[in-house]
């Protein structure tokens, strides 16, 4: 599940670099192609607490990532490209770098 991880984290992070910096602003089509990736994700991080921690934190993690998970799909049910970006971007992808190591990260390619 890392390695499918850390590419979900990398797709997402290269759409919205591309999204501000490029204005590159078809992020819609090219989420709904990574939906399945996303929902994987979402189903086996609410499986249970990875990380150890605190039960209420966790309860509390999981009901947020829901709330993104329904900002991502009314996004793409109302072709709201900034909405879909902001709960990606700054919604969905804190959560995804939890799993990604630092190095590896700077590491990556960053090519768009």
Not at 45 to 58: A, C, D, Q, V
């Amino acid at each position: 599940m890392e390695e499918k991880i850390q590419s979900l984290f990398y797709k997402l992070r290269n759409m919205g670099a591309a999204f501000l910096i490029y204005q590159k602003r078809d992020n819609i089509e090219e989420t709904k192609k990574i939906i399945p990736e996303i929902q994987e994700f979402v189903l086996w991080f609410l499986e249970g607490n990875r990380f150890g921690i605190e039960e209420e934190l966790y309860q509390n993690m999981s009901s947020n990532l829901l709330g993104i998970l329904e900002d991502i799909l009314a996004a793409l049910q109302q072709n709201d490209m900034v909405l879909l970006h902001d709960a990606t971007n700054n919604g969905l992808l804190e959560y995804l770098q939890l799993f990604v190591e630092t190095e590896q990260e700077e590491e990556a390619d960053d090519s768009f």
